[in-house]
């Protein structure tokens, strides 16, 4: 099938599955779903059984049906201004088959791969006009070699008002598969592979692997290789993702509170605190050019069942806008 055709067989299924990815119990996933490449597994390396599974700790804490929401207070600069906003990382493990990495309930094996979720949600003002950044990354729990939680696949859709675009990642062993779609001239709708050395890391998942859920990353020391900037970066400056030269050092935070992870690429440093006990939670970063991200609140809900009237007081609880509603006041 050409790879346009794809393009358009998944987008309309995309529109006639309604909102059957985050619903409830019963919710039937589509079969048949068509996959913008040849067999995904292979390309991700995640064929046949892994290394090894993740641990019971892990489990204990990330079986039990809920996701970890994290609230955060957000300072970044947009059009040379600093802005004010607010962030929602969303974590949560999940199924997923290996065929298309698309999330199923009902994949069985060998097709079945349990994936830890980020969601990160982003929303700033800029002078009349909103930003909504959404960033999804799924990472494979278990270890299937190279480096633990590598990601599976990335996507990033903006939505500001003048238009929306979207961006798709899957990572492979040897480089990554790319899908963008945008309304701005010179981008438009294409499909690209990009190469990339074995061990490439990619910024977007970082969210998920200098937590060390499953064990010490970079064996508990430093590391040196390329990296894929994360795609919100790769939006902001009109820029074609790919890999360059990184490094990643860490060094504990006064009174064992955690680890301070510095990721340097060019003259772009980002410093990420992750909470010295379990389950690592990120604590804030800041970026040389000039974003902050804080703490606020932490919850583990089952948010999905929280959509109701009533469950609208947890956002409260999260520091967030009690009523995101957007209604114009009269």
Same mark, same amino acid.
């Given at each position: 099938?050409?790879?346009?055709?794809?393009?358009?067989?998944?987008?309309?299924?995309?529109?006639?599955?309604?909102?059957?990815?985050?619903?409830?119990?019963?919710?039937?996933?589509?079969?048949?779903t068509p996959t913008l490449?040849?067999?995904?597994?292979?390309?991700?390396?995640?064929?046949?059984?892994?290394?090894?599974?993740?641990?019971?700790? *892990?489990?204990?804490?990330?079986?039990?049906?809920?996701?970890?929401?994290?609230?955060?207070?957000?300072?970044?600069?947009?059009?040379?201004?600093?802005?004010?906003?607010?962030?929602?990382?969303?974590?949560?493990?999940?199924?997923?088959?290996?065929?298309?990495?698309?999330?199923?309930?009902?994949?069985?094996?060998?097709?079945?791969?349990?994936?830890?979720?980020?969601?990160?949600?982003?929303? *700033?003002?800029?002078?009349?006009?909103?930003?909504?950044?959404?960033?999804?990354?799924?990472?494979?729990?278990?270890?299937?070699?190279?480096?633990?939680?590598?990601?599976?696949?990335?996507?990033?859709?903006?939505?500001?008002?003048?238009?929306?675009?979207?961006?798709?990642?899957?990572?492979?062993?040897?480089?990554?598969?790319?899908?963008?779609?945008?309304?701005?001239?010179?981008?438009?709708?294409?499909?690209?592979?990009?190469?990339?050395?074995?061990?490439?890391?990619?910024?977007?998942?970082?969210?998920?692997?200098?937590?060390?859920?499953?064990?010490?990353?970079?064996?508990?020391?430093?590391?040196?290789?390329?990296?894929?900037?994360?795609?919100?970066?790769?939006?902001?400056g009109h820029e074609r993702?790919?890999?360059?030269?990184?490094?990643?050092?860490?060094?504990?935070?006064?009174?064992?509170?955690?680890?301070?992870?510095?990721?340097?690429?060019?003259?772009?440093?980002?410093?990420?605190?992750?909470?010295?006990?379990?389950?690592?939670?990120?604590?804030?970063?800041?970026?040389?050019?000039?974003?902050?991200?804080?703490?606020?609140?932490?919850?583990?809900?089952?948010?999905?069942?929280?959509?109701?009237?009533?469950?609208?007081? *947890?956002?409260?609880?999260?520091?967030?806008?009690?009523?995101?509603?957007?209604?114009?006041?009269?």
């Open positions: 099938m050409p790879p346009h055709t794809r393009v358009l067989a998944l987008l309309l299924t995309a529109l006639t599955a309604g909102g059957a990815a985050c619903a409830g119990p019963g919710a039937q996933a589509p079969r048949g490449f040849d067999d995904p597994a292979a390309h991700a390396g995640v064929t046949g059984e892994p290394r090894s599974t993740a641990s019971s700790r *892990f489990w204990e804490h990330w079986g039990d049906g809920r996701a970890e929401l994290s609230t955060y207070r957000i300072r970044t600069v947009r059009y040379g201004e600093p802005r004010q906003g607010e962030l929602v990382l969303i974590y949560v493990t999940e199924p997923h088959d290996r065929r298309a990495w698309i999330k199923d309930d009902d994949a069985i094996e060998p097709h079945r791969v349990e994936v830890l979720k980020l969601n990160a949600s982003l929303k *700033f003002m800029t002078g009349i006009y909103p930003y909504s950044v959404m960033t999804s990354v799924f990472s494979p729990v278990d270890d299937w070699g190279g480096s633990r939680f590598r990601p599976v696949k990335i996507s990033t859709s903006v939505q500001e008002w003048c238009g929306n675009t979207h961006h798709e990642l899957w990572p492979g062993t040897d480089g990554f598969r790319s899908l963008r779609l945008s309304y701005f001239a010179g981008e438009g709708e294409r499909m690209s592979r990009t190469a990339a050395p074995e061990g490439t890391l990619y910024e977007d998942a970082l969210l998920i692997q200098l937590r060390e859920l499953d064990g010490p990353f970079a064996g508990g020391g430093n590391w040196e290789g390329r990296l894929v900037p994360s795609l919100w970066s790769a939006r902001r993702a790919g890999p360059v030269p990184a490094t990643i050092t860490r060094e504990e935070l006064r009174a064992g509170q955690g680890t301070r992870f510095t990721v340097r690429r060019g003259d772009v440093e980002t410093r990420i605190d992750v909470e010295g006990r379990y389950p690592h939670r990120v604590l804030g970063w800041s970026t040389s050019a000039g974003d902050t991200v804080e703490l606020v609140q932490t919850r583990r809900l089952a948010y999905w069942r929280l959509n109701d009237s009533g469950g609208a007081r *947890f956002r409260a609880e999260l520091g967030l806008d009690p009523d995101a509603s957007g209604r114009i006041p009269r």
